[in-house]
C-alpha cells in the first residue's frame, strides 16, 4: 500500500482540462453552476472568518477596556473613600484639587464617582465630576437596585456593573458599584462613548457592521443611533440569545428589522458579559459568486476553445496563488511558527488573497496559542513543584510540632494525676495543669495555622453545643493569668448574674477569649489593668468586653492588625512576640457564628474589644425561668 507522500501528483490545470473534455457534452448550466457553487463556499467561508476575526478584536478590545474602567474606578474610589475617612466633616472633594483624577475619569469614559448609602444617597458632597467637581447628579436617575448593592456588600473587592441605563443627562450609561464599608459605596457612572467608537470603526462592504449590547440584551453601540439611545432590546435574535448563555461562534438568521437572513459572528467579553455581534445581509456574501456565475455563463457560450483557454491559465493563476500557501502550510508543520504569505503572484482571484489573509491570522494566533500554551504549562510545572514543596513543609511542620506537644501534654498529665507517686508540694500539681491546658492550647493553635495554610478553616463545620460562658471565662482567664504570672496586672472579671448558656463552638471560643485576654496581657505594661466583663442587654445578646489600659492602636494599626500575619508598624507593637494571627483569627471565628466584634481604642490609652453573642444563639428561657 502506498503512501500519499509517494503517490506522483497531478497538477490542478491538468484535472481542469480533463475535466472540461468529459463534461463538453453537459448543459452549460450545470458547468455554470459548479462555478458558482464553489465561488460562493470560498466566498462564505473567507466572510464567516472575516466576522469571526473582527468580533474577536473588537471583544478584546473592550475587554482591554474594561478592566482599564475597572482598575481606574478602583484606584479614584479608594481616593475618595481615604479622604472620606480623614475629613467626615468638611467639604473634603472639594478640597482635593485632583485634577489629574478627574482627568483620568475623563480619558475612560467616566462623567462622575460619588460616594453613596444603602439609599442610593450621595453621602454629603462626595461626588467627584470628571469635568465639575461641584457637580452632584440627580439621585432619581440611578440605575441601582437593591440587589446590586447586596452583590457589592457580599464581595467588597468585587466591582458590580449595571446594564445600560439612562444616565443623568438621559444619555445611556453604565453604572459601577463597590462597598467600602457598612451600608456606604462609591458609585460611577460611565458613559457609553468609547464601545461606540470602537463599534464605529468596523463597517465593511454595503450591510457589515457590528453591535455591542449588555448582558440583558440591549444595545450598547449600533449603527443607528437612535437605537442606541432608547436602548433598544434585541434579546429575541438568535445570536444575541446565544451570547447571553455565554456562547461564541457564528449563525445565520433572520432578521425582523431588515426583513432578510443574516449571517454573523458573536462572542462574550469575559469580564462584563457584553455581547459583540458582527452580522452582513446574507444576500450581499453571495455577490460575488453571482458575479463568477454571470462570467461562466457567457464564457461559456461564447466557444468551448475560449473556455479551455480561459480554465487553463486560471488554473495556473490558482495554482500559482495556492503554492505560497501550501508552502507556507508545510514551513509551520515543519516548527517554523514564523512561517508567513509575504507575496502573492498577480492575477488570482480576491478570494485567494482573502485565504492568504485569513492563513496569515490563523498562522499568527496559532503561534500566540503555542508560545502561550508553553508558557503557561511552565507555569503549572512551577506551581505544582510550590504545591508539593508546601505540602511537604506542611508535613513536616505537622509531625514536628504536634510530636513534642503530644509528649507535654501527656507527660503534664501524667504529672498532674500523681500516677507515679504523691507531690507534696501542691503548687507543682498546679503548675503540671497549666502546663497540660498550655500545650493543648498550643496544639489548638498549630491545627489553626495548618488550617489557615490549607485554606480549609471556612470549610470546617461548627461544632455547636450549649455551653457555661461564665465557666469557660474563668477557664481561659486562668490560663492566660498562670502564662503571665510575671506580669504585675490588676485582673478583673465581672459576670453578669442569671447569665445564660450560649449555642456556640467551645473550642473556637476559648480560642476567642485566649486570644483577646493574651493581646490585652502583653500590650498592657506592668503595673496596668485588664477588665473582663460578661453581660446580658436588654436585646438579650450576650456581650463579652476584654478592656485594657495599655498601649492602645491607632486605626491603621487596627486595620493591619486585622489581617492575618499583620502587626502593624507600632515599635512598641513590634516589640512584642507574636504571629500576627490573634485578631484575624478571632474575626474570623466572629464572622462564622454570626457574631459581632467592636474595637474601641486609642494610642496610649488603652483598648477595649466588645464580642457581641447574636439573641439566637443565648439561653434566653434560662434568664426567663430564673426571674420567674
Given at each position: 500500500?502506498?503512501?500519499?507522500?509517494?503517490?506522483?501528483?497531478?497538477?490542478?490545470?491538468?484535472?481542469?482540462?480533463?475535466?472540461?473534455?468529459?463534461?463538453?457534452?453537459?448543459?452549460?448550466?450545470?458547468?455554470?453552476?459548479?462555478?458558482?457553487?464553489?465561488?460562493?463556499?470560498?466566498?462564505?467561508?473567507?466572510?464567516?472568518?472575516?466576522?469571526?476575526?473582527?468580533?474577536?478584536?473588537?471583544?478584546?478590545?473592550?475587554?482591554?477596556?474594561?478592566?482599564?474602567?475597572?482598575?481606574?474606578?478602583?484606584?479614584?474610589?479608594?481616593?475618595?473613600?481615604?479622604?472620606?475617612?480623614?475629613?467626615?466633616?468638611?467639604?473634603?472633594?472639594?478640597?482635593?484639587?485632583?485634577?489629574?483624577?478627574?482627568?483620568?475619569?475623563?480619558?475612560?469614559?467616566?462623567?462622575?464617582?460619588?460616594?453613596?448609602?444603602?439609599?442610593?444617597?450621595?453621602?454629603?458632597?462626595?461626588?467627584?465630576?470628571?469635568?465639575?467637581?461641584?457637580?452632584?447628579?440627580?439621585?432619581?436617575?440611578?440605575?441601582?437596585?437593591?440587589?446590586?448593592?447586596?452583590?457589592?456588600?457580599?464581595?467588597?473587592?468585587?466591582?458590580?456593573?449595571?446594564?445600560?441605563?439612562?444616565?443623568?443627562?438621559?444619555?445611556?450609561?453604565?453604572?459601577?458599584?463597590?462597598?467600602?464599608?457598612?451600608?456606604?459605596?462609591?458609585?460611577?457612572?460611565?458613559?457609553?462613548?468609547?464601545?461606540?467608537?470602537?463599534?464605529?470603526r468596523i463597517q465593511f462592504r454595503k450591510?457589515?457592521?457590528?453591535?455591542?449590547?449588555?448582558?440583558?440584551?440591549?444595545?450598547?453601540?449600533?449603527?443607528?443611533?437612535?437605537?442606541?439611545?432608547?436602548?433598544?432590546?434585541?434579546?429575541?435574535?438568535?445570536?444575541?440569545?446565544?451570547?447571553?448563555?455565554?456562547?461564541?461562534?457564528?449563525?445565520?438568521?433572520?432578521?425582523?428589522?431588515?426583513?432578510?437572513?443574516?449571517?454573523?459572528?458573536?462572542?462574550?467579553?469575559?469580564?462584563?458579559?457584553?455581547?459583540?455581534?458582527?452580522?452582513?445581509?446574507?444576500?450581499?456574501?453571495?455577490?460575488?459568486?453571482?458575479?463568477?456565475?454571470?462570467?461562466?455563463?457567457?464564457?461559456?457560450?461564447?466557444?468551448?476553445?475560449?473556455?479551455?483557454?480561459?480554465?487553463?491559465?486560471?488554473?495556473?493563476?490558482?495554482?500559482?496563488?495556492?503554492?505560497?500557501?501550501?508552502?507556507?502550510?508545510?514551513?509551520?508543520?515543519?516548527?517554523?511558527?514564523?512561517?508567513?504569505?509575504?507575496?502573492?503572484?498577480?492575477?488570482?482571484?480576491?478570494?485567494?488573497?482573502?485565504?492568504?489573509?485569513?492563513?496569515?491570522?490563523?498562522?499568527?494566533?496559532?503561534?500566540?496559542?503555542?508560545?502561550?500554551?508553553?508558557?503557561?504549562?511552565?507555569?503549572?510545572?512551577?506551581?505544582?513543584?510550590?504545591?508539593?514543596?508546601?505540602?511537604?513543609?506542611?508535613?513536616?511542620?505537622?509531625?514536628?510540632?504536634?510530636?513534642?506537644?503530644?509528649?507535654?501534654?501527656?507527660?503534664?498529665?501524667?504529672?498532674?494525676?500523681?500516677?507515679?507517686?504523691?507531690?507534696?508540694?501542691?503548687?507543682?500539681?498546679?503548675?503540671?495543669?497549666?502546663?497540660?491546658?498550655?500545650?493543648?492550647?498550643?496544639?489548638?493553635?498549630?491545627?489553626?495555622?495548618?488550617?489557615?495554610?490549607?485554606?480549609?478553616?471556612?470549610?470546617?463545620?461548627?461544632?455547636?453545643?450549649?455551653?457555661?460562658?461564665?465557666?469557660?471565662?474563668?477557664?481561659?482567664?486562668?490560663?492566660?493569668?498562670?502564662?503571665?504570672?510575671?506580669?504585675?496586672?490588676?485582673?478583673?472579671?465581672?459576670?453578669?448574674?442569671?447569665?445564660?448558656?450560649?449555642?456556640?463552638?467551645?473550642?473556637?471560643?476559648?480560642?476567642?477569649?485566649?486570644?483577646?485576654?493574651?493581646?490585652?496581657?502583653?500590650?498592657?505594661?506592668?503595673?496596668?489593668?485588664?477588665?473582663?466583663?460578661?453581660?446580658?442587654?436588654?436585646?438579650?445578646?450576650?456581650?463579652?468586653?476584654?478592656?485594657?489600659?495599655?498601649?492602645?492602636?491607632?486605626?491603621?494599626?487596627?486595620?493591619?492588625?486585622?489581617?492575618?500575619?499583620?502587626?502593624?508598624?507600632?515599635?512598641?507593637?513590634?516589640?512584642?512576640?507574636?504571629?500576627?494571627?490573634?485578631?484575624?483569627?478571632?474575626?474570623?471565628?466572629?464572622?462564622?457564628?454570626?457574631?459581632?466584634?467592636?474595637?474601641?481604642?486609642?494610642?496610649?490609652?488603652?483598648?477595649?474589644?466588645?464580642?457581641?453573642?447574636?439573641?439566637?444563639?443565648?439561653?434566653?428561657?434560662?434568664?426567663r425561668a430564673a426571674a420567674d
Amino acid at each position: 500500500m502506498y503512501s500519499i507522500a509517494k503517490v506522483k501528483a497531478v497538477s490542478l490545470r491538468v484535472y481542469m482540462l480533463i475535466g472540461l473534455v468529459l463534461a463538453s457534452w453537459l448543459p452549460l448550466g450545470v458547468f455554470a453552476y459548479w462555478a458558482y457553487s464553489t465561488v460562493a463556499e470560498r466566498e462564505v467561508a473567507a466572510v464567516r472568518e472575516q466576522h469571526v476575526t473582527l468580533a474577536r478584536q473588537l471583544t478584546l478590545s473592550l475587554d482591554r477596556y474594561a478592566r482599564d474602567v475597572e482598575s481606574t474606578f478602583r484606584i479614584v474610589g479608594q481616593q475618595m473613600t481615604i479622604a472620606l475617612a480623614q475629613d467626615a466633616e468638611g467639604p473634603v472633594l472639594r478640597q482635593f484639587g485632583y485634577a489629574p483624577l478627574r482627568e483620568l475619569l475623563w480619558n475612560v469614559g467616566f462623567r462622575r464617582l460619588c460616594i453613596i448609602d444603602r439609599d442610593v444617597t450621595v453621602v454629603a458632597d462626595r461626588c467627584l465630576s470628571s469635568r465639575d467637581v461641584t457637580a452632584v447628579m440627580p439621585m432619581a436617575s440611578y440605575a441601582v437596585t437593591t440587589e446590586l448593592l447586596d452583590k457589592a456588600e457580599n464581595d467588597a473587592s468585587m466591582v458590580a456593573w449595571t446594564g445600560v441605563a439612562a444616565g443623568t443627562d438621559g444619555m445611556p450609561a453604565l453604572f459601577l458599584v463597590q462597598a467600602i464599608g457598612h451600608e456606604r459605596y462609591v458609585l460611577g457612572e460611565l458613559g457609553t462613548g468609547y464601545i461606540i467608537e470602537a463599534q464605529n470603526r468596523i463597517q465593511f462592504r454595503k450591510t457589515g457592521h457590528a453591535a455591542v449590547v449588555d448582558r440583558s440584551g440591549r444595545l450598547l453601540a449600533h449603527p443607528k443611533p437612535e437605537w442606541v439611545a432608547e436602548r433598544k432590546d434585541i434579546s429575541v435574535l438568535k445570536p444575541i440569545k446565544a451570547m447571553m448563555a455565554g456562547e461564541s461562534g457564528t449563525i445565520e438568521f433572520f432578521s425582523p428589522a431588515t426583513k432578510q437572513d443574516m449571517m454573523a459572528a458573536y462572542t462574550v467579553v469575559p469580564s462584563t458579559g457584553w455581547g459583540v455581534m458582527v452580522p452582513q445581509v446574507a444576500a450581499e456574501v453571495q455577490e460575488g459568486a453571482q458575479g463568477v456565475l454571470s462570467v461562466g455563463i457567457i464564457l461559456g457560450l461564447a466557444t468551448m476553445a475560449a473556455t479551455g483557454a480561459l480554465i487553463w491559465w486560471a488554473s495556473r493563476r490558482i495554482e500559482a496563488g495556492v503554492q505560497p500557501i501550501i508552502q507556507a502550510a508545510q514551513r509551520i508543520s515543519k516548527g517554523n511558527l514564523s512561517a508567513r504569505i509575504s507575496t502573492l503572484p498577480g492575477f488570482i482571484p480576491a478570494e485567494q488573497r482573502h485565504i492568504a489573509r485569513a492563513f496569515n491570522r490563523m498562522a499568527t494566533r496559532l503561534e500566540r496559542a503555542i508560545t502561550r500554551q508553553v508558557m503557561m504549562h511552565e507555569e503549572a510545572q512551577q506551581a505544582e513543584a510550590h504545591d508539593r514543596a508546601k505540602s511537604e513543609l506542611m508535613a513536616h511542620v505537622s509531625h514536628e510540632f504536634r510530636t513534642p506537644l503530644n509528649a507535654i501534654i501527656g507527660f503534664s498529665e501524667v504529672m498532674s494525676r500523681e500516677m507515679f507517686g504523691a507531690i507534696e508540694n501542691r503548687r507543682y500539681i498546679e503548675y503540671a495543669t497549666t502546663i497540660r491546658q498550655s500545650g493543648e492550647h498550643l496544639l489548638d493553635l498549630v491545627n489553626d495555622v495548618l488550617e489557615i495554610s490549607r485554606s480549609d478553616l471556612e470549610k470546617k463545620p461548627l461544632e455547636l453545643e450549649w455551653i457555661d460562658l461564665a465557666a469557660l471565662t474563668r477557664e481561659a482567664v486562668a490560663l492566660v493569668s498562670a502564662a503571665h504570672e510575671r506580669n504585675s496586672h490588676v485582673r478583673h472579671l465581672a459576670v453578669a448574674p442569671n447569665l445564660p448558656r450560649v449555642h456556640v463552638d467551645e473550642r473556637l471560643f476559648r480560642q476567642i477569649l485566649i486570644n483577646l485576654l493574651d493581646n490585652a496581657e502583653k500590650y498592657t505594661p506592668d503595673g496596668g489593668r485588664v477588665d473582663v466583663d460578661l453581660a446580658l442587654t436588654v436585646e438579650g445578646t450576650v456581650t463579652i468586653s476584654v478592656a485594657d489600659n495599655g498601649i492602645g492602636m491607632s486605626p491603621e494599626g487596627l486595620e493591619s492588625a486585622m489581617v492575618p500575619f499583620g502587626r502593624g508598624t507600632d515599635p512598641m507593637v513590634r516589640q512584642r512576640v507574636g504571629t500576627g494571627l490573634g485578631l484575624s483569627v478571632v474575626g474570623s471565628i466572629i464572622e462564622r457564628h454570626g457574631a459581632e466584634m467592636r474595637f474601641d481604642s486609642a494610642k496610649g490609652e488603652g483598648t477595649t474589644v466588645t464580642v457581641t453573642v447574636p439573641a439566637s444563639m443565648v439561653d434566653n428561657g434560662q434568664v426567663r425561668a430564673a426571674a420567674d
